[in-house]
Structures are given as C-alpha cells and as structure tokens.
C-alpha cells in the first residue's frame, strides 16, 4: 500500500511568517492529495487539495505543491495568523482502493503573536 | 446543517469488555468512513461503506473489530475485548458519495480509553 512521510513533527513561525509542510508517497500513480486541518478536540476539515494533473494550487494564504517526479507535495501558508495554529495533515488516496487515504504523521504548526 | 456527531465523546471501558462507537453521519451522505488516530500520529484507514455495504475490511486491525451501517445512516463500529493497544481516538467521516473527489466530512472522534 501507500506510505506518506510528512514533516516537519512541530513548526513554529512568527505572526506574518510563511510556513511550508512538506509531504512525500511512495505509489507512483496515486493521483490526489487532499491536506486536512486538525484544531484542538475537532475532527479533521479539509483546507485544499490537489491533483495529479496540476503542480499547484492556491486558495487565499494557503498554497499546495505537487511534484509527480519526486513524489512529494508541500502545504504553503503565507502570512501565518494565530488561527492557523493547528495540527496539519498531508494524504494520498489508494490507488486499488480510491476510497482509502493514507495520512501523513502530522505537523503541530504553532503562530506565535 | 448538522454536521457528523459521534458518541460517545469519550469511553473509558476495563481490558476485555465490549465498547461500541456511534457515528451519525451528515443527512444524504452515502458514504462513511472510520479512521483511528492514535496519540501523535496520523489516520490510520479501518472501514468504509457506500450505503449499507461494506466493500473493504482489511483495514481493520483484528477480527475484534467489526462495524456495520443501517438504513444507510447511522454506523456503529464494535471492539470486543479491548486490549489497551486500543486507546486511541476514533474518528467518523462522511461523504456525499463514495470514490472520485468527494470532501470527507469528519465528526469530533470518540476518545477510547482502555484500562
């Protein structure tokens, strides 16, 4: 099956500061990437995705990269507000099964004022 | 709307008994989805189903687990004689339909605490 490897673990950026998320997957054809914002005692919500068949995506402050060739996708947040302190996380759905996603370990991004 | 609600919120049970885990998805969607988050890390993929049916469990961990859908609405996933490797959140999601690029709408999780 797939494997996504995310890092950074923790990520701490000053108010105004960009932050960037970096995700890489192992299944070469896997062909979408949604990235999921966990905030403290919530469910996941989904902030942006992105498909094989673009390189990017922007959606206001926030950003997503793909790179089909190295397998690896990153999350870009520019001016960073205390709001967007969260836990992120990076996914790849199946391939023999679109129906199953693959998550990312997780990035605790704090925004300090 | 209403969004995904899930019950309980939290469940603290003894190793060996039974636990059952609610998830009442968004009206009208046909899919759900149950993921379990353990401390510090990522989703990890147990079941889903389109309507009643459930068409892939390898994602479950043991033949402890078991879930199933009725009337293609609420879902309930069971943990027979939970063991402490258990604990863990137990995230619910629905979606308005399986497969393509529907949007996963997530409840709070059921925090499950083992003894």
């Known amino acids: 099956g797939e494997n996504v490897e995310q890092h950074p673990s923790t990520l701490s950026v000053q108010e105004g500061d960009s932050a960037v998320i970096k995700c890489t997957y192992s299944?070469?054809?896997?062909?979408?990437f949604p990235w999921y914002k966990q905030e403290l005692g919530k469910g996941p919500q989904l902030i942006i995705d992105i498909r094989s068949n673009v390189g990017e995506k922007k959606d206001q402050r926030i950003a997503v990269t793909l790179n089909k060739t190295a397998k690896h996708f990153s999350l870009h947040i520019t001016e960073t507000q205390p709001e967007d302190s969260a836990v992120y996380f990076c996914?790849?759905?199946?391939?023999?099964?679109?129906?199953?996603?693959?998550f990312g370990s997780g990035t605790k991004l704090n925004v300090k004022p | 709307g209403a969004g995904v609600s899930q019950s309980p919120s939290n469940k603290v049970t003894e190793k060996g008994k039974d636990v059952e885990l609610r998830c009442d998805p968004i009206?009208?969607?046909?899919?759900l989805y149950w993921y379990r988050q353990s401390l510090g890390q990522g989703l990890e993929f147990l079941i889903y189903f389109q309507g009643n049916s459930a068409p892939d469990k390898s994602g479950l961990p043991s033949d402890r687990f078991s879930a199933e859908r009725t009337g293609g609405s609420v879902s309930t996933l069971t943990i027979q004689r939970t063991q402490q490797e258990d604990s863990a959140v137990y995230l619910c999601?629905?979606?308005?339909?399986?497969?393509?690029?529907?949007?996963?709408?997530f409840g709070p999780g059921t925090r499950l605490t083992v003894l």
């Open positions: 999601a629905s979606s308005l339909r399986a497969g393509g690029y529907n949007e996963q709408f």
């Open positions: 009206s009208g969607h046909t899919a």
């Open positions: 996914a790849a759905r199946g391939v023999d099964n679109f129906n199953k996603f693959y």
């Open positions: 299944d070469s054809a896997s062909n979408y």
